[in-house]
């Protein structure tokens, strides 16, 4: 373990490519002069490979660097270059040579350690080692919902017992036993194999509320078993969410205008708990799981990691579509050390574009500048001067600022802390994609929003202006 810091919490997200390809100096000593008090990393190593079609997010060996999103973020490009390439298509191995032991008897098991992990593997080492003789806290951050070989029978489904449409991320079912058994495992695994990290941060242990199917998820076989494990009347809220959810394809401009006003909002949706309760069951259902899973990690890693205690610190999206999700801010607080809010603005146009389309789809004679400004409204993405076609919600190009209000992720860390209360550390994670001006009005929002600290992903954006922007901070306590 490193040693008490005294200055305010300050985390970069840096992935191994990047390590392998500057050096692990070179990348400590860059960030250790910019205050930085914590790193996060994954064990695995990767090589670059030859261009490749379009391959889903979820492919966890073959992946673009930076990520594709769906395919809307290849507009993106990373500002330190990666073996020289601003974009690259990699594939991945674990860094170091998992216990099968530990994963004996269970559904889905560890990717194998091949040539990429017995040449570069041990940089991941060197980096926790390196990390801590400057001072800095080492995390790994690990997937929640992004299983191995995941199988159809562990994806999530919508109340009539269907896949969503186009989802932006195969995650699996949080319900899941066979799923969560895998991440135990590999929790247990990874504490094993790097005895001298700091803490976890497993990301998105909930359903991503990318789409507008997403937001209906779970009424999948896992789901039923787990309402009746954690007390939940599994038809009613399989009732109620399917009478919405095709509420949705009779949709008028009357009914969405509402949602414009706050003040007329808040009656709106009131309405909707009111005349369907088994949707008010459904996000107190969806809150349980997570919960539950962030419970079973916390058992892993105090049972790993005797006699010293590891942190948990998962990951999870902002309220209001923390409710979606299932990211329970009071009750996670319970298990975990802290949770790392994602303010990843460049996705707020994004989410509002999917589901102001697909509601256009299904109601084609609704008005798109309704549409468009009642769902960015209904999330809370923007302060003023809302779009007005589904044209103004693109995914940003690099020198885009981000369609994100200041004062909207003001609220959302304020939400999200009154909600933890005491109990653990909010840590909002600012995303470093952008121009230089508008990471650095994000960046100041989250330093001075009244929390312990912060992250920044991704290293990969982070040029030396941003450095220097966080150097400000960092530096100053």
Excluded: C
């Amino acid at each position: 373990m490193s040693g008490a810091n005294p200055r305010r919490f300050l985390g970069v997200t840096v992935t191994p490519p990047y390590i392998q390809s500057e050096g692990v100096q070179a990348v400590l000593d860059g960030l250790a002069a910019a205050g930085v008090t914590a790193v996060a990393t994954s064990p695995m190593v990767a090589e670059a490979v030859e261009p490749s079609p379009y391959i889903h997010d979820s492919n966890p060996n073959l992946r673009r660097e930076p990520p594709i999103d769906g395919g809307a973020g290849t507009v993106r490009h990373v500002t330190r270059q990666l073996w020289g390439r601003n974009e690259a298509w990699l594939r991945f191995e674990p860094s170091y040579d998992p216990d099968r032991s530990i994963y004996k008897g269970l559904k889905y098991q560890p990717p194998q350690p091949g040539q990429i992990t017995s040449t570069q593997g041990v940089i991941i080492q060197q980096f926790i080692d390196g990390a801590h003789a400057r001072g800095m806290e080492a995390y790994f951050q690990l997937d929640a919902v992004l299983i191995p070989g995941l199988r159809p029978e562990d994806l999530p489904t919508l109340p009539d017992g269907t896949q969503p449409r186009a989802r932006m991320v195969q995650s699996a079912a949080v319900a899941s036993d066979d799923v969560r058994a895998y991440a135990v495992a590999q929790t247990r695994d990874v504490l094993k194999a790097y005895p001298d990290i700091d803490g976890l941060r497993h990301d998105w242990p909930e359903h991503p509320p990318y789409r507008l199917g997403d937001a209906f998820l779970d009424f999948s076989p896992h789901a039923r078993a787990a309402a009746g494990r954690l007390g939940f009347d599994f038809e009613t809220m399989r009732r109620d969410a399917q009478a919405l959810y095709e509420r949705l394809d009779r949709l008028t401009n009357s009914d969405l205008t509402p949602l414009l006003d706050y003040r007329s909002a808040s009656f709106e949706l009131m309405r909707v708990f009111a005349d369907r309760p088994g949707i008010a069951q459904v996000l107190r259902f969806k809150a349980a799981l997570t919960v539950n899973y962030i419970r079973e990690l916390r058992a892993a890693m105090d049972g790993a990691s005797r006699p010293q205690r590891k942190k948990l610190s998962p990951n999870g999206f902002p309220p209001p579509l923390s409710l979606l999700s299932g990211m329970d801010f009071a009750g996670v607080s319970r298990y975990a050390d802290s949770i790392n809010m994602k303010l990843y603005t460049m996705h707020w146009p994004l989410i509002v574009y999917f589901y102001a389309q697909e509601l256009l789809e299904r109601n084609p004679s609704l008005d798109e500048r309704i549409v468009v400004r009642a769902v960015s409204s209904l999330f809370d993405f923007e302060d003023a001067d809302l779009g007005i076609t589904l044209k103004d919600y693109f995914y940003p190009r690099p020198h885009v600022r981000h369609r994100a209000g200041l004062r909207a992720q003001a609220r959302k860390i304020r939400q999200a802390s009154t909600a933890m209360g005491r109990q653990a550390d909010l840590f909002p994670v600012v995303h470093g994609y952008g121009p230089d001006d508008d990471f650095e009005r994000r960046l100041r929002v989250a330093w001075y929003a009244g929390t312990r600290g912060i992250w920044i992903n991704r290293y990969a954006y982070l040029g030396q202006e941003k450095i220097a922007m966080i150097a400000t901070l960092g530096n100053a306590g």
